[in-house]
């Protein structure tokens, strides 16, 4: 028999979305005649734009002609929509970053689980608690940690908790991190960085030698001017962060999948001899050794995200699952739960009524409003004792599911938390 991976073996339970799709099964099996509703996975729900899907329609047609016909792709994405990302996402906001800098992919969630490949094994990572749990699990496939300790956490990686107090944002840690994942707007808090926060985070890896691996999947959902969409807007990033981008939550790509990493040539590493490498180096050598590219037409239906057209046209999606994230958090509030997140970020955090486990809470949520959502335990330890709801679903059913929590809100808030 062959010798399988080890450390596959130390990973906790399944990953987190299809737990909860197994257990809303189990549900849906044993009460046929429920109607549930969805706000669990940040899955959206709103059809692609009208200008993406006729873009989309184009691409496919070129694909039917002799003279437009197109085989294998650039790995790293087409120049038309590099071009379009750099010049509509960084340098219109002020941040320098070059078309040949960013690599196309069919997603974050694989750019953000694949990039440690390229970083050695005893690099020590740095992860917020609560965390979207990719950066963990894959860390922990790869055999970048210690074993599981039966409470949330893996040996070997510095968690940082994000909590009431510090506003869900994570500290400056005292110890030394080689890489550190940061996730803004964050999932699953819904919680913003500032420009002052990120500065610190800057001159934390500059000063320590670390690469900040900065997920900034939800930054369309931002509307307060203050805060950066990207960490490259901050001075000195370009030699200490990468970042990951999406079209999956901003312009309804997550079943379409498109995506971006942005590497930028100055950021390095060091090999065995401490000499120094550029990530960006070994990142084209890994994309274009194991990826063969975004399909043609999906590209040209992601640089219609930034026509004209486009442009407003994903305004409007964003606009109304931002209403929705209004109507959650108000809505929520209303009923007297404790809630944070959903104004910059499509998700609204919030604390289980009575002290009730973030999974009991799930189960009377589903038993009772038949409405899912996520355990926030399910993000890490730090999470026990919240819950995220998405603003993702649609605008009725946001507003049925807040009409059947507030029904039973004598049973979950008998008083004010
Ligand atoms: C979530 O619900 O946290 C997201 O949908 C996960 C993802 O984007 O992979």
Redesign the pocket.
């Known amino acids: 028999m062959a010798r399988i991976n080890d450390h596959y073996l130390k990973l906790a339970a399944g990953y987190?979305?299809p737990e909860i799709a197994r257990r809303v099964k189990e549900f849906a099996q044993a009460h046929p005649q429920a109607r549930l509703i969805r706000l669990?996975?940040?899955?959206v729900t709103l059809p692609l734009p009208n200008a993406v899907i006729e873009a989309f329609h184009r691409g496919v047609e070129e694909l039917a002609g002799q003279k437009s016909f197109k085989g294998y792709g650039p790995e790293q994405g087409y120049g038309f929509l590099r071009e379009a990302i750099a010049q509509n996402d960084y340098r219109a906001r002020g941040a320098s970053v070059e078309a040949d800098e960013i690599f196309i992919s069919d997603?974050?969630?694989c750019d953000t689980g694949n990039i440690q490949e390229v970083f050695s094994l005893d690099c020590r990572i740095a992860v917020a608690d609560p965390v979207?749990p990719?950066y963990v699990d894959t860390n922990v496939m790869a055999g970048r940690t210690g074993p599981y300790d039966g409470k949330g956490r893996y040996g070997g990686i510095l968690y940082m908790p994000c909590t009431e107090e510090n506003g869900f944002v994570p500290e400056l840690p005292e110890e030394r991190a080689d890489l550190i994942y940061l996730c803004f707007p964050n999932?699953?808090t819904g919680a913003v960085a500032s420009r002052q926060v990120l500065k610190g985070w800057v001159e934390y890896a500059r000063k320590n030698d670390s690469i900040i691996l900065y997920d900034a999947?939800y930054e369309a959902f931002i509307s307060d001017p203050s805060i950066p969409h990207s960490i490259f807007e901050i001075d000195g990033a370009r030699e200490v962060a990468m970042e990951f981008r999406?079209f999956?939550?901003t312009a309804g790509f997550?079943g379409t999948r498109c995506a971006f990493t942005v590497i930028p040539k100055e950021l390095a590493g060091r090999d065995a001899g401490g000499g120094r490498v550029p990530i960006h180096r070994l990142w084209m050598r890994r994309h274009t050794t194991k990826f063969n590219g975004v399909s043609y037409p999906v590209q040209v239906a992601a640089a219609a995200v930034y026509s004209p057209e486009g442009k407003a046209q994903v305004r409007r999606l964003i606009d109304a699952y931002m209403e929705n994230a209004r109507l959650i958090r108000e809505g929520m509030a209303e009923c007297g739960f404790k809630v944070f997140g959903g104004a910059n970020a499509p998700?609204i955090w919030l604390k289980t009524p009575k002290g009730m486990g973030s999974w009991e809470f799930f189960d009377q949520l589903l038993a009772k409003a038949n409405v899912v959502g996520?355990p926030g335990s399910g993000f890490g330890p730090a999470g026990e004792g919240y819950f995220?709801l998405?603003a993702f679903g649609q605008r009725a059913d946001v507003e049925e599911a807040l009409a059947r929590i507030n029904r039973l809100k004598g049973f979950f808030v008998p008083e004010r938390i």
């Open positions: 987190l979305f669990g996975i940040g899955d997603g974050s969630k979207y990719v999932n699953p999947a999406s999956s939550k997550t998700y996520t995220r998405s």
